[in-house]
């Protein structure tokens, strides 16, 4: 089965995934993440209040005098509208007491935004139970990240998220078949292994039976076999007692071969002992020869790695060198296009102001010409009144 490659996450992707990338590239994601973080603390505040509220003879130095009795406000106002609330009254006693409770509640966040140490004195000062508030808070927060998230996403990038979780979820749904499969393939296995076994353990209780039987049916064959092995035992050592006399004397005829044969070969071992330290001193002789030439060989490859080394070092040099002039080349390259465009368009531009200038030349001379010519019209028609 082939495995899947890894899936190529793009930038893009990546960028929204990882929310400590996103910061805010313009002053209108900065407003508004601005008043998402305000109100954050103002949420976090308000919670606060309650067990402010319910032990201020404890935090009133650190709070304040104004604080204080603004909070002590806002608790009577508390008591009050929960009074309305147990008995029904009028509606619009009601809604003036909420207002004064929303306008006290306005007024404290106020003071504490303005004394924003004390806020986080606070903060670490009171221990607050696990509520409702803070989910919403928790909420509110991912809310902000998720919003920021919009904000800096562009149409290309939703797209390229967008495509990558088709991407992943298509290799998830390829990967539960896959999964799938192989279960299935498991269980088939440890079913036939499980067939198997219980073939074999069949088989061994057959076998079991059938050695038991045999043990039965041996007992009777083993005391005919006694019988018979005592009988074949005095024969074979009959035939044995005469087999050793024979085997005595081809003992004694092979002893005086060897003795001969030892002699021959004492002297053929003293021959191929000299042959062999001749060999060996040969041997010694070439392998010092040996240690001698792969030395100078260590050496001559020792000195050319350094030389090999070093030129690496300095290949390296010139290829980062080669990078710097080749972008150094591209940025001149780039400037002299620039340049050019530039004198290209102020040529251009004088061009234009020359037939400019031309044309208004041409017309101002025509109409010096018209002027003159229009003048001496008129003197020529005065004189001719005149005679």
């Not at 910061?23 to 308000?46: C, Y």
């Not at 209040?49 to 032990?55: Q, V």
């Not at 990240?145 to 390829?174: C, G, H, N, Y």
Request: charged residues 35%; proline residues 2%.
């Amino acid at each position: 089965m082939a495995t899947p490659g890894k899936a190529r996450i793009p930038l893009g992707v990546m960028k929204v995934l990882d929310s400590r990338q996103l910061k805010p590239d313009s002053t209108e994601t900065e407003r508004i993440l601005t008043v998402l973080d305000e109100t954050i603390v103002k949420l976090e505040i308000t919670r606060l209040i309650l067990r402010i509220s319910g032990s201020l003879e404890r935090y009133a130095r650190m709070l304040g005098p104004e604080i204080t009795s603004s909070l002590l406000e806002h608790q009577k106002l508390s008591v009050e509208i929960q009074h309305l609330l147990t008995s029904p009254g009028d509606e619009e006693s009601m809604k003036a007491a909420e207002q004064r409770l929303k306008c006290s509640l306005r007024n404290i966040l106020r003071l504490f935004l303005a004394n924003p140490l004390l806020y986080h004195g606070l903060k670490y000062e009171v221990r607050v139970r696990e509520s409702p508030a803070d989910v919403f808070i928790k909420a509110f927060m991912e809310f902000r990240d998720f919003t920021l998230e919009k904000l800096l996403t562009s149409p290309d990038e939703e797209k390229e998220k967008v495509q990558f979780v088709k991407d992943i979820s298509l290799r998830a749904e390829k990967n539960t078949a896959t999964i799938s499969a192989l279960q299935e393939e498991l269980a088939a296995a440890i079913q036939t292994r499980d067939e198997e076994v219980n073939s074999k353990d069949k088989t061994i209780e057959n076998l079991k039976t059938s050695m038991e039987d045999l043990a039965k049916d041996c007992k009777a064959d083993i005391q005919q076999i006694m019988k018979e092995g005592e009988k074949q035992q005095k024969e074979d050592e009959k035939a044995s007692q005469e087999r050793c006399a024979r085997l005595t004397q081809d003992i004694q005829h092979l002893g005086a071969q060897f003795n001969a044969l030892v002699l021959e070969h004492r002297a053929s071992e003293l021959v191929l002992r000299k042959e062999k330290c001749k060999v060996e001193k040969e041997i010694q002789k070439w392998v010092q020869k040996y240690d001698t030439d792969m030395a100078e060989k260590q050496a001559i490859y020792e000195q050319l790695q350094a030389v090999y080394n070093e030129e690496k070092d300095q290949l390296s040099l010139l290829m980062e060198k080669h990078a710097l002039l080749l972008q150094e080349y591209t940025e001149i390259e780039e400037e002299r296009r620039m340049l050019q465009e530039k004198e290209e368009e102020a040529a251009r531009e004088e061009a234009r102001r020359n037939n400019a200038a031309t044309c208004i030349q041409a017309f101002w001379k025509g109409y010096l010409v018209r002027s003159i010519y229009k003048s001496k019209l008129k003197k020529g028609k005065g004189k001719g009144k005149g005679k």
